[in-house]
């Protein structure tokens, strides 16, 4: 297929998905939109209302929650599964990859018909902001564009050594990896090897420097994603207990603190915060959230409790005795929380944990991998001894996320300790607290009628799965 043929497929593509875009806006379909900043090179644009968990892949295929590796498109379109159990997928919308507002509902973008017309003008400006720049045939290209220094793939298992070409004979050279000077070997004059430091799986940077044969010098950026070089162990584990659930408890987080119970439930008019008698399940203490606000993963640091909202953007402090203390703002959804030590470690749906002070200012983030790429959907969240437990959204497995790299180094399949009758695509598996004091982890899902405790193989020793390398 010549460009020209290639481009006008691209463009009508693009077109295609903004019409479906914009039939959703239109008729008011079940969707939410926003600005959303992951940081990550690409995602992609919504194929039809009915696929929640589904994204088109620029350049054609669909995919569940992927990231393409190789563009990083001005304007684009991003599917995330709806996890409040509410009909519909979220869509995100990011026209920069800095650019980050909170998100918001299609029905508060218009309402009525005349707002609706104001959509299509803002469908409108997407669509010419989508438009590809025409190149005059004729025009000279510009000196240097051509990089000298290209990678082969994006995509490198953490260890791994990674070829660079050079397209161009160079001299002088040097390479940084993530600002750090970085070694390497030139195998041939257009080949050179670069040993890679990094510690972390996720997204790094790559700086090649050097002077060509014109006496020109070059600086060419290359961005390089690092999975995980363990393949993850199945951790086995041993069910000790099981106490009583309340089935009217949509379970959003779950939290030992000096050997009490907590729990934060979520759906807007029913989110709640409760301390729990773990063993007959009954609410010793209740505190309800206004009803705008979806109750989402609670933690306690320093005798306060923090509980997130899902898009609400706020973050309630309280004190033990439920009294409110502070609010905060944060600007991603809130999923999960959990803490080590005094930093908060926070998840929104993605392959990502923040780290934020008790003051909630955001002070990091670390991207989470397997051997197979990013693992997203990150829900509720438990530390212990080094290592993050992770539930896995709509799926029946935690994972183990070794916190000094981002690497799952295991998965726990909690397939037997569903209960019986329960729809658990719906009533999905959440809630994960760590007993310090019997070495035990307690879990339970959303409306489950049982909170299960177990004792987990080697619990927080790691005992990372088989290395790739």
């Given at each position: 297929m010549n460009m020209a043929k290639k481009a006008s497929t691209a463009y009508a593509q693009r077109i295609a998905d903004l019409v479906n875009f914009y039939h959703c806006l239109l008729f008011g379909a079940p969707f939410r939109y926003?600005?959303?900043?992951?940081?990550?090179?690409?995602t992609a644009?919504?194929?039809g209302q009915?696929?929640?968990?589904?994204?088109?892949?620029?350049?054609?295929?669909?995919?569940q929650q992927s990231v393409l590796s190789d563009v990083r498109p001005q304007l684009c379109l991003r599917a995330q599964p709806n996890h409040s159990g509410l009909s519909g997928p979220l869509v995100h919308i990011a026209l920069k990859p800095d650019l980050c507002l909170m998100e918001s509902t299609v029905d508060s973008f218009y309402s009525g018909m005349s707002n609706r017309f104001v959509g299509m003008g803002c469908l409108l400006l997407i669509g010419l902001a989508c438009q590809p720049k025409k190149k005059s045939e004729t025009e000279a290209p510009v000196a240097g564009r051509t990089p000298v220094a290209v990678l082969s793939k994006a995509t490198y298992a953490l260890g791994d050594s990674i070829p660079i070409t050079l397209t161009r004979p160079a001299s002088q050279l040097s390479v940084r990896w993530n600002a750090q000077p970085a070694p390497f070997r030139q195998l041939s004059g257009n080949l050179l090897t670069i040993?890679?430091?990094?510690?972390?799986v996720g997204w790094q940077q790559l700086i090649v420097n050097g002077t060509e044969p014109n006496k020109g010098t070059f600086s060419d950026t290359l961005q390089v994603e690092l999975r995980s070089n363990i393949v993850p162990a199945e951790r086995g584990y041993a069910v000790l207990?099981?106490?009583p659930h309340q089935t009217g408890s949509f379970t959003q987080g779950l939290e030992f603190h000096r050997g009490e119970l907590y729990e934060s439930t979520g759906l807007n008019g029913q989110s709640r915060l409760m301390k729990i008698n773990r063993k007959t399940g009954v609410a010793l203490k209740t505190d309800s959230l206004?009803?705008?606000?979806?109750?989402?993963?609670?933690?306690?640091?320093n005798d306060k409790i923090y509980q997130l909202t899902?898009?609400?953007?706020?973050?309630f402090r309280y004190n033990l005795d439920f009294t409110p203390d502070k609010t905060f703002t944060y600007h991603t959804q809130g999923w999960g929380l959990t803490h080590r030590d005094s930093t908060l470690l926070l998840s929104d749906g993605s392959n990502k944990l923040y780290f934020y002070t008790p003051d909630l200012k955001r002070v990091g983030e670390l991207p989470v991998y397997d051997d197979k790429g990013p693992v997203t959907n990150l829900n509720e969240l438990e530390y212990v001894n080094g290592y993050v437990f992770a539930n896995i959204w709509q799926s029946n497995r935690i994972a183990q996320i070794e916190l000094a790299t981002g690497r799952v180094v295991a998965y726990l399949n909690m397939e037997r300790i569903l209960p019986p009758g329960i729809d658990t695509k719906e009533n999905v598996l959440n809630g994960i607290a760590y007993e310090p004091t019997e070495n035990a982890l307690y879990v339970t899902g959303k409306n489950w009628p049982t909170l299960v405790k177990i004792r987990v193989d080697g619990l927080g020793k790691g005992k990372p799965g088989k290395s790739l390398q």
């Open positions: 926003a600005y959303y900043d992951d940081n990550m090179p690409a644009i919504i194929k009915n696929q929640p968990s589904e994204t088109y892949l620029p350049g054609g295929g669909y995919a040993k890679m430091i990094a510690e972390k207990t099981t106490y206004p009803n705008q606000h979806f109750g989402e993963g609670i933690t306690i640091v899902w898009t609400s953007g706020l973050c």
